[in-house]
């Protein structure tokens, strides 16, 4: 069930180059942060819905309530807690989350004015923990050997909006080194 997001925070994100978090294999994805009285939360709750209805049809719900308390299912109404401290991680208080992977498929990246960005340098700069960005995911029900779930996958982003950075200051801009700027010319 293939849903778009509109205007969500994005943390965590591997969309240039695939990470491995904890002992998983390195995967593309992100954490999207769901404000719970966001329209956000009825969009995704229906996703799952439907995807879990596709698959085991008339005990639907009743899979989606068991994979939920397994954590087995990629939206989570809960904060996102660091495991060694139990604090929310940054910008996750207070919030739930939408937890996107994806084990091949690098996510499509666009900017702000609908142009593809392929460098994974340009990527890792223009789409960073904290900022805004309209995300278009999967959601998809799991049932094979490894279990069940209900899985996301992060399709695509588009930049959105700058926010507060969640790792800490923002990269510097040209602009603040021009006082230092030699001119051509001097070079010769």
Known sequence: MQVMLKNIRIAFPALGTPQSFGEGDPAYGAKLIVD????????????????AKDKWKDEAQ??????????????VEAEYRNKKTRQPYAG??????LSARNAGTQPTVIDRLGNEVKSTA??????YSGCYVHASVD???QDNKWGQRINCTLRGVM?????ENFGGSAP????????????????L
């Not at 340009?122 to 789409?127: A, F, G, K, Q, V």
Request: net charge negative; with cysteine; aromatic share 12%.
């Open 36 to 51: 719970p009285k966001s329209e956000h939360v009825k969009q995704i709750k229906d996703a799952v819905l439907e995807a």
């Open 62 to 75: 009743e899979v989606i309530d068991a994979l939920t308390d397994d954590r087995k299912v990629c939206f």
């Open 92 to 97: 996750f208080e207070n919030k739930f989350y």
């Open 122 to 127: 340009e990527i890792e700069r223009l789409i």
């Open 139 to 141: 959601i998809w029900p």
């Open 159 to 163: 930049f959105a909006n700058d926010g």
């Open 172 to 187: 510097a801009s040209a602009s603040e080194f021009a006082d230092f700027a030699v001119d051509a010319e001097d070079l």
